[in-house]
């Protein structure tokens, strides 16, 4: 199997074809992910709410996202896997913010990593990419950062904090980042960065001029049930699906059904 590589991903953009990303935290599912042929798998640091039910990302450690990671890495053979640095792992300090992409490097073997924002972590980005790390950057809606936005809603409405993610957006590409995520802004703004940029624009309630699109999985899977969105699309119910077998299976154990006669040694 040819492994994705960021070169791969740049090729992709460059002749129009675009690139499909999906969360994965765990061993099972990236297996899956892996095998169904999706070129990037990012091991996300919503982990935090998905995987460990807390409700904002900033609580899940580097520790644990290494644990995650190193899950996810095991079931790849295909796929490019690019890790989330977690909230305060990387923002002032660029030493710090260099181990903490070492250590994911290192511990995981993973292929890249995340981090949120942009004029603002330059010197981060700078340094962990001198190290030979690969970056993604991630702007507009920067979860890491909803306690200074306090809503969810759509960023980037406005005039001067459209400029600024445009700004960003060069700035991530000169230092040399091998593809942004954009999330949750107006599908114009996304187009136009989309374009101006050379690298691969990935976006997540970003319309359809971007390079690419990300998803959580559980969310488009339907295994998450009360996240709706108007972003999201889910392809199916496996939430329902579990919930049905699960009952089932109840059933059976409370009616003496299971084990029957060939299930037992
Ligand atoms: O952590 C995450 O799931 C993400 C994607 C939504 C881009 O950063
Ligand atoms: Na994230």
Redesign the pocket.
């Given at each position: 199997i040819k492994k994705v590589t960021t070169h791969q991903l740049a090729a992709m953009k460059a002749r129009g074809e675009k690139i499909s990303m999906l969360?994965a935290y765990d061993y099972s599912m990236a297996k899956i992910l892996d095998a169904s042929g999706i070129d990037v798998l990012?091991v996300?640091?919503?982990?935090s709410n998905v995987m460990a039910g807390n409700e904002t990302?900033l609580p899940i450690t580097l520790d644990q996202m290494i644990y995650h990671a190193t899950s996810v890495v095991r079931a790849v053979d295909r796929a490019l896997v690019v890790v989330?640095i977690p909230f305060g792992s990387y923002q002032g300090s660029s030493t710090e913010a260099l181990r903490s992409a070492i250590r994911i490097m290192k511990e995981t073997g993973g292929h890249a990593v995340?981090v949120e924002g942009g004029a603002e972590i330059q010197e981060s980005v700078k340094k962990i990419l001198s190290a030979g790390v690969p970056v993604m950057g991630?702007l507009g809606l920067t979860?890491q950062s909803i306690y200074k936005f306090g809503t969810y809603t759509v960023r980037a409405k406005e005039e001067e904090e459209a400029q600024k993610l445009i700004e960003d957006a060069k700035l991530l590409e000169e230092l040399g980042c091998f593809a942004l995520?954009l999330?949750k802004i107006p599908s114009a703004l996304a187009e136009k960065v989309a374009k101006e940029l050379t690298i691969p624009v990935i976006g997540?309630g970003a319309g359809a001029g971007v390079d690419g699109q990300?998803?959580?999985v559980h969310d488009m899977l339907g295994i998450t049930q009360d996240f709706k969105p108007r972003f999201l699309r889910r392809y199916a119910n496996i939430g329902g699906i579990m919930k049905e077998a699960v009952q089932v299976y109840i059933s059976d154990v409370k009616s003496h059904d299971f084990p029957n006669e060939k299930e037992c040694y």
């Open positions: 969360t990012l996300g640091d919503s982990a990302t989330d995340k991630h979860p995520v999330e997540i990300v998803l959580v």
